[in-house]
């Protein structure tokens, strides 16, 4: 499984983003799909998560009620849609495939996805 992450850029605080995460293979579908995101020289953090057929998400209590994750299947296609946007949301944002396929698996922990994107920056201004 490949993944391409896009839709970052610079916005105002208050603003709103979506980032898409494109998969290749026929996989894709089956897995877990989660976005996570990362300030330089700080740990990647976790951000949401979503299963395989939508019917579980996560989110960081940071983000809860400001960022929906989406899945598309048929476009094999996640998609994080950020809301309210704040300064402290600025940092390269990455998707992350994983788990067992087809199976109710979701995890917060970074270590329990197998592929990862590129990332793609969110920059905030005050």
């Given at each position: ?26 996989t ?38 400001r ?14 849609q950020?809301?309210s ?5 600025t ?36």
């Amino acid at each position: 499984v490949q993944l391409q992450a896009s839709g970052g850029g610079l916005v105002q605080a208050g603003g709103s983003l979506r980032l898409s995460c494109a998969g290749s293979g026929r996989t894709f579908s089956s897995y877990a799909m989660a976005w996570f995101r990362q300030v330089p020289g700080k740990e990647r953090n976790f951000v949401a998560a979503i299963n395989w057929s939508s019917g579980i998400t996560y989110y960081a209590d940071s983000v809860k009620g400001r960022f929906t994750i989406s899945r598309d299947n048929a476009k094999n296609t996640v998609y994080l849609q950020m809301n309210s946007l704040k300064t402290e949301d600025t940092a390269v944002y990455y998707c992350a495939a994983g788990g067992p396929p087809g199976s109710s698996f979701l995890s917060r922990s970074s270590m329990m996805y197998d592929y990862w994107g590129q990332g793609t920056l969110v920059t905030v201004s005050s």
